[in-house]
């Protein structure tokens, strides 16, 4: 099978990037990576939430170009189907993408207000009564996905579900969101696998800031 190669931005703001990386990752489907410099302008209207056609993260594989993260995640589970990235079961199938679509589509006022920033750390950092609710509403869907698959991930076993979340847990890490021991386990585990920390590691050695996204408010 050849070779893919994903087009993300930056690895410290893009909540994006950093989902469409992960389902690759989590597929195994080999990749090489083409990263655009936050300065360049698509890229940064996507970082900034200003962007109406997300175009990043791009994966292109076998004369196929697919942009959108949910895209790509029905694209990997078609080409690498035993990577598990939807669960077996056809229920739970249906649950798993429901959830998926929820945060890709909704949650805009925690991403607005809670912006990735892998590098920052801001404890007791006052949350807007809108984005709680919507943290509210993500603890609340982990919660009864863990309570039904017995954990540790979403669905027992890891799949595109876990890989769309994973930006907020990063969001609940830098801005202090104090989560009950359940959640904050998952989330613990999210922060930890391989796949997480070589993305960390390579987000704290960026060079750049985007100041926009550096100022508490």
């Known amino acids: 099978m050849a070779k893919a190669t994903l087009t993300i931005s930056s690895k410290n703001y893009s909540s994006w990037s950093l989902r469409g990386w992960l389902l690759t990752k989590f597929s195994g489907l080999e990749f090489d990576e083409i990263v655009t410099s936050p300065d360049d302008a698509s890229a940064r209207a996507e970082i900034l939430l200003l962007s109406a056609s997300i175009l990043v993260p791009?994966?292109?594989?076998?004369?196929?170009?697919?942009?959108?993260?949910l895209a790509i995640a029905e694209y990997l589970n078609e080409v690498m189907p035993h990577a598990g990235l939807l669960p077996a079961d056809r229920a739970l199938r249906a649950h798993c993408r429901s959830i998926c679509g929820e945060i890709h589509s909704g949650f805009t006022t925690l991403r607005a207000s809670l912006p990735v920033n892998l590098k920052g750390h801001f404890p007791n950092?006052?949350?807007?009564?809108?984005?709680?609710a919507d943290i509210d509403r993500v603890c609340t869907i982990w919660r009864e996905c863990l309570a039904k698959s017995g954990g540790p991930f979403l669905f027992g076993e890891r799949t595109m579900a876990d890989a769309m979340y994973a930006p907020v847990v990063t969001r609940f890490m830098t801005y202090d969101v104090k989560l009950e021991p359940g959640l904050k386990a998952y989330a613990h585990m999210i922060?930890?696998?391989?796949?997480?920390?070589?993305?960390?590691?390579?987000?704290?050695?960026?060079?750049?800031?985007?100041e926009e996204l550096e100022v508490e408010y």
């Open 125 to 132: 950092f006052k949350i807007w009564s809108r984005a709680q």
């Open 58 to 69: 791009c994966l292109r594989h076998e004369g196929a170009t697919v942009w959108d993260t």
């Open 191 to 210: 922060m930890a696998l391989p796949e997480m920390q070589q993305w960390i590691e390579a987000a704290k050695a960026e060079p750049a800031d985007i």
